[in-house]
């Protein structure tokens, strides 16, 4: 268990979680119903490594929290439902000798669907959270803005309150990205990727996205003579961590390096569940040196 992308918000150091799993396991992902097209709601983190009765909807290792989102799709392919539509269209076409009107064939749909989602195939899907209570930040292991709102929005459900705003820096992270990579100083312990994003301010917009190669020459000096800024940026900190970090301040492609990951191999753990929980002791002690660094440099605003 490692994230592998990280969407950050900010919540205000006045929120409480002390009765956190009680209010997660009232707010419990329930099996979606027969009529319905989805449904979310915590799940343990352990997953399948998870027994007994007393299950726990949350994992915490000193000041940081593990959650984990569950859903339940019925999927239900568009294709298919516009493939139904023409047959049962044309059935009302020979019955009736006329076409259905506007209002007849969004009732017509609307049979159609409720017939056809109880057989619907089911997809699984899950989501995990690192609620970190040093920073005041909760970390969802997702790039997509639109479904790490939907986790803020779960846990705010099951706090009762939790008014989570999303990172926001004081500087302008493009511009230092793209003074990074043009050989500016930068923070103690991190060191340029392989791989950055640059795009034209301008009316073209061009994107050009460099991967697998050094960050320095004369391609990369080019591109930002022309006045090209920098949307991604690849970033080591030290030998533990790599990662793409956003302009739009999203972390892309975490990963932990041998220098963090070895100290997992130097454990003996025999069954998943140690294993997992060595694993998010890990992952959540780098994150902490990581975001160490970008707060100060991004000059990361409060939540209150």
Known sequence: MFFRNLTLFRFPASISFADIDERLRETALKPVGPLELSSRGFIPPFGNAAEGDDVAYMHQI?????????????????????????????????????????KMRRQLKDELVTDLLPRAFVRPVRTDALVDLKHHVI??????????????????????SFPALPLNAEVATGTLLTGWLAGDALPAGLSLGEECELR???????????????????????????????????LKLDDHVSFVLGDDLVIRKFKLLDGAVEQ????????????????FALMAAEFDRLFSVLEPVLKLSKAG
């Open 62 to 102: 000193e000041r940081s929290i593990w959650l984990a989102v569950g859903g339940e799709d019925r999927l239900l392919p568009s294709a298919v439902v516009n493939d139904q539509l023409q047959k049962k269209i044309a059935e009302f076409e020979t019955r009736n000798g006329r076409k259905p009107g506007g």
């Open 139 to 160: 970390a969802i292991d997702t790039s997509s803005k639109k479904s790490a709102e939907a986790v803020v929005s779960q846990v705010r459900e099951a706090l009762g």
């Open 200 to 234: 034209d301010p301008g009316d073209s917009g061009a994107v050009v996205k460099l991967q697998g190669m050094e960050l320095a020459g004369e391609e990369i000096e080019t591109h930002l003579e022309s006045g090209k800024q920098v949307t991604r940026l690849a």
């Open 264 to 279: 997992l191999e130097s454990s003996d753990r025999d069954d998943i569940r140690a294993e997992l929980d060595a694993r």
